[in-house]
């Protein structure tokens, strides 16, 4: 995964309404496409594709110019490789001055594409600079003490903690033990915010990988190595805390 995708964590935003938006040119459009055949996936061997089409080709209707569609296999953990691969994405934008959002309910027009189904879609325009985030820290998220039992290390819990999530949701906590960081999916007990409550569990797998993105960039910027354990999520809607992945720091 590119390092110099950190810097970006600061500045990327979501952006429920486009307005004032700019043209994203061809040249912008090729870029997109040619980074994310760069970014890692968490699962190497499940097969994903995007496709950008303009926004009148989705229900998304947001002010966006266009939105990308994210493909995938259907195999164990594809919503978090999803998640993962779809937030390198949603950085990326960010360095070319594009604003972005995770759009869930949207659908396109082609729910399947090079015979991959479609999972999630991204609304994309181009923003003026002084629109994308100036503080972070005043975004509303919850307290560190939420999320992070255990050592910092640098601090990382409070940067992670302002991760893009469904309606909000925030449905991750992470322990730490000796030189080791275990990362859970948490649903708190009749906590959805407004998302249908068959849909909690999707879109918070697809939430959990892009949580996992921004761990791993953290840990890179800080210089420390890691082996990452990763485990199959198969449990129940009901399920309050389900174990996602175990990191072993170097």
């Known amino acids: 995964m590119e390092k110099d995708l950190y810097l970006m964590i600061f500045k990327r935003k979501s952006f429920h309404i486009f307005r004032d938006i700019g043209s994203i040119d061809s040249h912008e459009l090729q870029s997109i496409e040619e980074a994310y055949k760069t970014f890692?996936?968490?699962v190497s061997d499940i097969k994903t594709a995007i496709k950008i089409v303009p926004?009148?080709?989705?229900?998304c209707k947001r002010g966006q110019e266009y939105c990308i569609l994210l493909y995938s296999e259907k195999k164990e953990n594809y919503l978090q490789n999803i998640g993962y691969i779809g937030e390198q994405l949603d950085l990326y934008l960010a360095s070319l001055g594009i604003g972005?959002?995770?759009?869930?309910?949207?659908?396109?027009?082609?729910?399947?594409?090079?015979?991959?189904?479609?999972?999630?879609m991204i609304a994309i325009a181009k923003i003026p600079e002084n629109k994308f985030r100036k503080d972070m820290f005043k975004s509303k998220r919850k307290s560190l003490d939420e999320i992070w039992n255990g050592e910092q290390y640098r601090n990382i819990g409070n940067i992670?903690?302002?991760?893009?999530?469904?309606?909000?949701?925030?449905?991750?906590?992470?322990?730490?033990?000796?030189?080791?960081l275990t990362v859970y999916r948490y649903k708190k007990p009749g906590k959805r915010g407004i998302m249908p409550a068959d849909k909690v569990v999707h879109y918070n797998r697809i939430d959990i990988g892009i949580f996992l993105c921004f761990l791993e960039l953290s840990l890179m910027e800080n210089s420390i190595s890691f082996e990452r354990?990763?485990?199959?999520?198969?449990?129940?809607?009901?399920?309050?805390?389900v174990l996602t992945a175990r990191y072993t720091l170097i």
């Open 100 to 120: 972005a959002l995770w759009f869930g309910i949207g659908k396109p027009d082609e729910p399947t594409y090079n015979g991959l189904d479609f999972v999630i």
């Open 160 to 180: 992670v903690r302002f991760a893009p999530s469904a309606c909000n949701t925030q449905p991750w906590k992470v322990t730490t033990e000796e030189k080791c």
């Open 55 to 59: 926004a009148d080709e989705t229900t």
């Open 40 to 42: 890692t996936p968490l």
């Open 229 to 241: 354990e990763l485990f199959a999520d198969t449990a129940e809607d009901d399920c309050e805390e």
